[in-house]
Nanobody, 120 residues
């Protein structure tokens, strides 16, 4: 499974942004896709998850402002971020948890990250 994250940029506080995570490879083996972020000097944190069944989950710190969704035709997962705050400044990564029965492999693939910078 390969992931390509995009959509980051410089945004003013209060604005909105949509990040994209395009998946390729053995799509059917993906169990869930997550969005993480890593702010300067901080540990990477999980912010949102969407499972194969469409169940979503969010970190408490982003509930109400972040929305994770997917387009199964485009094999893409989105992260909409509203009411951006300077504290949202981070590199955002998407990751896919997969289990591939034919090859008996289980693992996690990471996208390359996309930088979101929020100016005050």
């Amino acid at each position: 499974v390969q992931l390509q994250a995009s959509g980051g940029g410089l945004v003013r506080a209060g604005g909105s942004l949509t990040l994209s995570c395009a998946a390729s490879g053995r799509i059917s083996s993906i169990n869930a896709i997550e969005w993480y972020r890593q702010a300067p000097g901080k540990q990477r944190e999980l912010v949102a998850t969407i499972t194969k069944g469409g169940v979503t989950n969010y970190a408490d710190s982003v509930k109400g402002r972040f929305t994770i969704s997917r387009d199964n035709i485009k094999n893409t997962v989105y992260l909409q971020i509203h009411s951006l705050e300077p504290e949202d400044t981070a590199v955002y990564y998407c990751a896919a948890d997969y289990s591939d029965i034919p090859t008996m492999t289980v693992g996690r693939s990471w996208g390359q990250g996309t930088l979101v910078t929020v100016s005050s």
